[in-house]
């Protein structure tokens, strides 16, 4: 069992940025591949990011050439650093792992959660 916990959220004016980060517990966390997810008030939790356990990456559309997710194996920690960040990025984000270490986009994939971290961006 791994557990996670995000932090980095808060306000932010559009344009500016945030690095969130993910921090998981347990000694295999380097087996896991490690997504972003975020979900805004009445929309569906979506795909923000993904990165396997081998640093291949994968990122939604919306977010490339913004967002970069990145992974510290030794400090058991996972990134997400935002940049030209925008009112419509305004949401609760989620890291998630995914057992057997590759990514997904798919939400279902994963395995473990933790309780968000929100992120609002003001125009």
């Known amino acids: 069992q791994v557990q996670l916990v995000e932090s980095g959220g808060g306000l932010v004016q559009a344009g500016g940025s945030l690095r969130l980060s993910c921090a998981a517990s347990?000694?295999?966390?380097?087996?896991?591949?490690m997504g972003w997810f975020r979900q805004a008030p009445g929309k569906e939790r979506e795909f923000v990011a993904a990165?396997?356990?081998?640093?291949?990456?994968n990122y939604a559309d919306s977010v490339k050439g913004r967002f970069t997710i990145s992974r510290d194996n030794a400090k058991n920690t996972v990134y997400l650093q935002m940049n030209s960040l925008k009112p419509e990025d305004t949401a609760v984000y989620y890291c998630?792992?995914?057992?057997?270490?590759?990514?997904?986009?798919?939400?279902?994939?994963?395995?473990?959660w933790g309780q968000g971290t929100q992120v609002t961006v003001s125009s």
């Open positions: 990165i396997s356990w081998m640093l291949n990456t």
């Open positions: 998630a792992a995914k057992n057997l270490g590759g990514y997904s986009s798919r939400s279902d994939m994963y395995n473990h």
């Open positions: 347990g000694r295999t966390f380097s087996n896991y591949g």
